[in-house]
Structure formats: structure tokens, C-alpha cells
């Protein structure tokens, strides 16, 4: 059996916002899902300029969760990016 997820805190909220191409409606189009706390790292990380241990600290994670976070948010980032799919914003966190 899988251990329960910590509480993540994430001030980011995004949740149930679509970032897409212009001119492919959004049913054409692959739909990738960000979930809360992996746009939380990246915000944390990439926007503010913290290390990742006081994005951990500020999240109420591990340094290596944050890593982990921030490594999936940018695949899937960059997957939407080269191939043209909507990025989804979903609230809480990922899988």
C-alpha cells in the first residue's frame, strides 16, 4: 500500500485554467494536466529564484520531493510546447 502524500502548501491558484495554441479549438487538442503543487515548485524554483530546499521548506516538503516536482512540471511543459497540447491546471497534487 502507497504512503499518504504530506499536505503540500501552494499559493499558486490556477486551478482549472487551460494554456493553449491559438486557433485549435480545445477539443482538437491533446490535454496534459499540471497538477497545483508541481506549478507551485516551478514557481518557487524558476520565477522567485529559491533554492530548492526553501521551495521545500515553503511547501512543506522534502528538497528531493521539490526536485521531483519540478523535473515532471518541466517534461510536461516542454511535451506541450513541442507538440502543440493544451497544459491543464489542476488543483492539488499529481500522481
Known amino acids: 500500500m502507497a504512503r499518504l502524500k504530506k499536505p503540500r502548501h501552494c499559493e499558486c491558484k490556477?486551478?482549472?485554467q487551460v494554456f493553449k495554441p491559438?486557433?485549435?479549438p480545445l477539443c482538437d487538442l491533446e490535454k496534459i494536466q499540471l497538477p497545483g503543487d508541481e506549478l507551485e515548485a516551478l514557481r518557487l524554483c524558476d520565477l522567485e529564484g529559491l533554492g530548492q530546499e526553501q521551495a521545500g521548506q515553503r511547501m512543506g516538503v522534502s528538497r528531493g520531493?521539490?526536485?521531483?516536482l519540478i523535473a515532471s512540471a518541466r517534461k510536461k511543459i516542454t511535451r506541450a510546447l513541442i507538440t502543440g497540447a493544451a497544459l491543464v491546471f489542476e488543483e492539488g497534487t499529481g500522481s
Not at 65 to 68: A, D, E, I, M
Open 65 to 68: 520531493t521539490v526536485q521531483r
Open 14 to 16: 490556477m486551478a482549472g
Open 22 to 24: 491559438t486557433g485549435t
